[in-house]
């Protein structure tokens, strides 16, 4: 792993700021999924990657990605900082090969699995039916 510089605390404010769940892009999710009449837990530690959205009976997992941290391809939230360039793409590199491994260790527990990403929650019909799709 790459050393960061000591953390300032400007730096440490900003980073405290994201959060691993309940985020904006998830609360979205859940409340076209609620308002669809499905129901789901939330943050299954057991299962690899610990999904946002779970439906343990059918076996379906849903995951919820920022389009910044998790590298959505072609998307223009998918910028890149300017320092520390080296830093930044192991980081996002990490995170690819992460979700990647995840994603296949699901599919050999016999789960299937949906990425929602950040951009796509602004549309909520299209939300709905993606979801809708993914869950019959």
Not at 85 to 111: H, P, T, Y
Request: aromatic share 8%; with cysteine.
């Amino acid at each position: 792993m790459i050393d960061d510089p000591p953390i300032t605390p400007e730096r440490s404010s900003l980073m405290a700021r994201v959060r691993p769940r309940d985020t904006k892009p998830e609360m979205i999710v859940r409340r076209v999924l609620h308002a669809l009449g499905y129901r789901f837990r939330l943050q299954a530690k057991e299962l690899p990657g610990r999904p946002d959205i779970v439906f343990r009976p059918r076996k379906k997992a849903i995951f919820v990605h920022g389009c910044f941290w998790h590298r959505h391809p072609g998307c223009r939230r998918t910028t890149s900082p300017k320092s520390r360039r080296e830093f930044w793409e192991a980081k996002f590199s990490a995170n690819q090969a992460r979700d990647e491994r995840v994603q296949e260790e699901l599919k050999a527990l016999g789960w299937s699995s949906l990425v929602i990403w950040e951009c796509e929650t602004r549309n909520s019909e299209a939300l709905a039916e993606s979801l809708k799709n993914f869950l019959n």
